[in-house]
């Protein structure tokens, strides 16, 4: 954490001891890494969560004391944690403003206390305590320090005669891992940092210009430079302003808005202070958040420019195409070459000192204020950065557009695409499959003498005949391909074109020698994207009909090397190749030449091989799992997984695997028996096919079919088995979300009791990652379900673990933890350990939760727990602002949390007490409000809730006045028998008063209740006939008085 603070965090330049961290959007992942390390620390880590700081972190918190509630001494300026040294210290201790903090433990449960102020806290915290690895573990083992390396960390720490130093050794290295995770996550953030340059900038403002003006359909009034000089570098922001990477200022005058002053930066556009009223002068200081480019920032400034903008779309996308479609002038080496040599010396210095330095590395992106400087663009460069945009799962369609010919410019392919994305080339979005930028060879770098060598090569397969080309081939396939500085050679001096145009001869051998070459540097990310950008896929998915398999072969493993980001696999699909590919895997099935069957088989099953390989990476997009199923694939691929060649079955299962996702391929994978031989590869020996195996199960397992499927074929006792081999987390992932999905089903549970693996499960609540413990969690949930489980886990010590996790922020990971421990909560003993782990508050603040999923099944939770409790009444009051908050639930627009909550006040109600409060705060108006719906599972819980609300007061009168008893008749014409019970219960509890009476016999009340009175339900007999008992006593009082 020290070397990560010192060099990656960005610090304002004032002087020592008032330096405060600047408000960049790098500081602030950094904040949410160490935050989301701390606050996990304290379930994840609880021995060392306990450990005593050498000296305690002190920092002002803008903290009420009121917000400490059970664990602190809380006074009214003055808070102690009732946890303490082996002094009698507290670990926590607020004077307010000033906090210190002694352990690990209390610094994540102070997070979880500040809420929505956390990030405030943190940064306040890291600002007053600079080195806080020194404050921990003493200043010997100062991180900031060049002596960093783990072995110098371990050994100073174990040389310690302190009885706690094996804790202290643990919490060390886990600051070292933290320090490195964000050192990891601060390059990863840099590398994908907007970097605009002063031509981008300057097409976009006069493309804008182009569409601005007066009248309504202008996307702005007007849009001008603040100042009219231009520098040679394509800059107009003055040379002391340019070192810090600002291009130009641009006055922007929308059509809702005020005028804007905007600063457009290397590292993207954003607001500045605007011009002063004396002078005139630009006040730089920025004032709203860094966007991608001005389009971006404009469409969140502006309304009207947000929709004038999506109405000129199409005529913004062809002045855009029929501008860059003019020749443009390539760049010339000699400009390229004029930024000044200290600059480019001073960089290489940097880098050279600490590769991760990322503070003074940022430095060698931005602008150099020199007025020699020229701005170059490099087509091929810039198109780069756009294939940054991956996609990583297949759940959604894919832009298509016409493709293009090689020799255009790259920027035209994105023509028909959104308009910010032609805007702003040099921009990328963060997604999960995000290659790095791509970055050349200096010229005065050190480079091996390979690399001149493969230069040298590349120059004959350009000017030599057939032989001399063959011979170069044979002789650059010796040097190590895998080694990138022999993959830039190739590409650097234009030997990606050579290979490429030496695909399109009729020279096999030439074709065979430049796709194995291909094949090996294809593994480089921008080797890819230069194939893709000079039209390599469509020549490659043409040798797929080549009657040579060598060249199918390998022609199918290039392509399964470029395919792995979404332009390269629109462009397979484009060309025909997906059906291609998927009659690659029939090759196996027939053989030319029977004569010599063993060696035309081997070479058939590689060529399906291949072609599995190819297939399992295009699959990553929705499109082509569709081109695959259309095309006939799945009959082939579950043929091909009936072979015994592990090598074959990898790529087959993970193509499987990708498109199980889609129901439609779910129910063609169980109408072709596919789960049968998935279950028996899951025997396999190969690591990563049992992975594969088991995540196709896991996708499948959905469907109760197949989940019975697994089971009759013996898939239950393999996957069990999988579980006790925990070091390959990737394969123990797969397993337990596979276990999770197959528990659905009661019979599989039963099978997995006899296998022991539910006390397999317990044991993976600890120290798991996320990941896997979602799955395992979510595992326990279903198979808790069943009274011989819940004591089963309860034995096993399954309890703690499980509320432990309720202090997580992964989401799904709540779910279904929140579901687990509500499914334990249903035995009292369970229960009794659930609430004497302060588990039950825990539930009642996931209610505060945003996602909606996470309050529900927080309040399913609940409903056992308020039913199980020793003193639920006194419990439930016990938490301050609980009844208020659950009430207020019942305005979420949400289907499944407002049935949950309903659930939850039936079971509240119970308590005349809290009857009470809830009524005070409007809990009555706010069920009425809920009556008119359709959906039968809020309609039973809601049904239930008034049933017990009308036991107060004058609630039942207050039902009748908030209209809410002629929507309830409605809900017997249900089919569901659940909401019949509750329906009449309700309708019973509402009918004591006599207005409501006559409300239900208007709407037809007494003859739905007629038919109910003979229902073999007892409860709902009894409910029906007592409402109509008391609606007949009206009608008789009221007889009876017309004629006294």
């Not at 002038?329 to 000699?334: A, D, G, L, T």
């Not at 057939?466 to 391909?481: E, G, H, R, W, Y």
């Not at 060529?607 to 695959?628: D, F, H, M, Q, T």
């Not at 309050?855 to 016990?878: F, H, T, Y």
């Amino acid at each position: 954490m020290g070397v990560a603070l010192t060099r990656s965090a960005q610090w304002t330049a004032a002087g020592y001891g008032t330096r405060t961290l600047e408000i960049t959007p790098l500081n602030e992942v950094i904040l949410k890494e160490i935050m989301m390390f701390v606050e996990s620390f304290i379930y994840k880590h609880p021995q060392e969560a306990k450990y005593v700081f050498v000296e305690p972190l002190e920092w002002k918190t803008n903290l009420d004391p009121s917000a400490f509630e059970s664990g602190y001494i809380v006074s009214e300026t003055t808070v102690k944690s009732e946890e303490v040294d082996k002094d009698g210290q507290p670990l926590l201790f607020l004077s307010v403003p000033h906090i210190k903090i002694r352990s690990l433990g209390q610094l994540s449960r102070l997070l979880l206390i500040a809420k929505d102020r956390k990030l405030k806290e943190a940064q306040a915290c890291i600002e007053a305590n600079r080195d806080p690895v020194t404050k921990i573990l003493g200043l010997e083992y100062n991180m900031v320090k060049e002596d960093t390396s783990t072995v110098n960390i371990l050994d100073k720490i174990t040389k310690d005669e302190d009885p706690e130093s094996e804790i202290k050794m643990n919490v060390g290295m886990l600051l070292k891992q933290l320090d490195l995770h964000l050192l990891n996550h601060s390059l990863k953030h840099i590398s994908l940092q907007i970097c605009l340059n002063p031509t981008t900038v300057k097409n976009d403002i006069e493309l804008l210009k182009h569409f601005s003006g007066k009248g309504e359909q202008t996307v702005l009034e007007s849009i001008d430079y603040t100042s009219d000089y231009e520098f040679s570098n394509g800059c107009r922001a003055p040379p002391w302003r340019q070192i810090h990477g600002e291009i130009c200022y641009v006055l922007v005058k929308p059509h809702d808005v005020e005028t804007l002053c905007v600063t457009c930066s290397a590292e993207g556009v954003f607001l500045n202070g605007g011009k002063t009223e004396d002078e005139g002068e630009i006040n730089y200081e920025r004032k709203s958040e860094i966007y991608k480019d001005l389009v971006t920032f404009l469409k969140e400034k502006s309304a009207k420019f947000s929709e004038n903008m999506s109405k000129q779309d199409i005529r913004f996308t062809e002045e855009w195409k029929k501008e860059n479609e003019e020749p443009k002038e390539v760049p010339k080496k000699e400009e390229a070459d004029a930024l000044p040599k200290a600059f480019l010396a001073s960089s290489k210095n940097i880098l050279e000192k600490n590769q991760i330095n990322f503070g003074k590395t940022q430095m060698t992106k931005r602008l150099e204020p020199s007025l020699n400087w020229k701005a170059t663009v490099d087509f091929k460069d810039k198109n780069l950065l756009r294939d940054t945009q991956e996609e990583k799962h297949g759940g959604r369609l894919e832009r298509s557009g016409p493709p293009v010919s090689p020799g255009r410019a790259p920027l035209v392919r994105k023509s028909a695409e959104k308009i910010e994305e032609i805007l702003s080339d040099s921009s990328s979005e963060n997604e999960e499959d995000e290659e790095p930028p791509d970055h050349r060879q200096e010229a005065n770098a050190d480079l091996p003498s390979e690399y001149w060598q493969i230069q040298k090569l590349v120059k004959y397969l350009k000017g030599g005949n057939q032989t001399a080309t063959v011979i170069a081939l044979c002789s650059m396939k010796d040097f190590n391909l895998a080694q990138e500085t022999c993959q830039l050679a190739i590409r650097d001096v234009g030997g990606l074109e050579v290979l490429i145009n030496l695909l399109d001869t009729d020279e096999v051998k030439c074709k065979i020698g430049s796709l194995k070459i291909l094949k090996e540097i294809s593994h480089n990310p921008q080797i890819r994207r230069n194939i893709v950008d000079l039209g390599g896929l469509p020549i490659m998915v043409n040798i797929l009909d080549s009657p040579h398999k060598s060249l199918k072969c390998l022609a199918a493993e290039t392509i399964a090397n470029v395919a792995k980001f979404r332009r390269a696999r629109r462009a397979v699909r484009h060309h025909g190749g997906i059906t291609k590919l998927v009659a690659l895997l029939d090759c196996a099935q027939s053989s030319a030449e029977p004569a010599q069957s063993s060696l035309y088989d081997a070479r058939d099953v590689e060529v399906a091989r291949c072609g599995a390989l190819a297939l399992w990476s295009c699959s990553k997009s929705y499109a082509n799992k569709e081109a695959i199923r259309k095309a006939g694939g799945i009959p082939l691929l579950a043929h091909l997984l009936k072979t015994s060649h592990e090598n074959m079955l990898i790529p087959v299962v993970g193509t499987l695997q990708e498109c199980a996702s889609e129901e439609n391929y779910r129910a063609a994978i169980k109408a072709e028996r596919i789960i049968e031989n998935l279950v028996k590869n899951l025997n396999s020996e190969n690591e990563q096919l049992q992975e594969h195996c088991a995540m196709a199960i896991y996708q499948c397992a959905e469907d109760k079919e197949t989940r019975d499927l697994v089971r009759l074929h013996g898939g239950l006792k393999p996957l069990a088995s999988l579980l006790n081999n925990t070091d390959n987390k990737e394969r123990l992932a797969a397993v337990t979300g596979a276990i999770w999905k197959c528990s659905i089903s009661k019979e599989n549970v039963t099978k997995f009791r006899e296998y022991k693996a539910i006390e397999t499960l317990v044991g993976l609540l600890t120290d798991q990652p996320e990941e896997v413990l979602v799955n395992v969690v979510g595992a326990l949930g279903e198979c808790c379900q069943e009274y011989e489980n819940r004591v089963l886990v309860r034995k096993c010590g399954g309890i703690q673990p499980l509320v432990n996790l309720l202090v997580g922020i992964n989401q799904t990971l709540l779910v279904n933890v929140t579901k687990a421990v509500g499914a334990c909560a249903v035995e009292p003993e369970s229960m009794m350990i659930i609430d004497r782990l302060d588990g039950v508050r825990l539930l009642w603040s996931l209610l505060k939760n945003p996602h909606p999923d996470v309050k529900a099944s927080a309040a399913w939770a609940l409903c056992p727990c308020i039913q199980n409790a020793k003193d639920a009444g006194e419990m439930v009051r016990c938490f301050v602002g609980g009844l208020e908050l659950i009430v207020n639930l019942l305005k979420s627009d949400n289907k499944e949390v407002l049935a949950s909550v309903c659930a939850a006040i039936t079971n509240i109600a119970k308590d005349q007490e809290n009857l009470a409060v809830i009524t005070d705060h409007g809990v009555v108006p706010l069920l009425s409000k809920l009556a008119n719906t359709n959906n039968d599972k809020l309609r039973r819980h809601l049904a239930e809730a008034i049933s017990r609300c009308c036991m107060w007061g004058r609630n039942r009168v207050a039902f009748g006045e908030y209209k809410a008893v002629a929507p309830l008749v409605r809900y017997l014409k249900s089919n569901d028998a659940n909401v019949h019970r509750a329906t009449a219960q309700a309708l019973y509890q509402l009918s004591e008063d006599a207005d409501n009476c006559i409300t239900m016999h208007e709407n037809g009340a007494v003859k739905l209740l007629l038919g109910m009175v003979g229902s073999p339900d007892q409860d709902l007999q009894e409910a029906a006939a007592g409402c109509i008992s008391n609606i007949r006593r009206l009608a008789l009082a009221t007889e009876k008085a017309r004629y006294t």
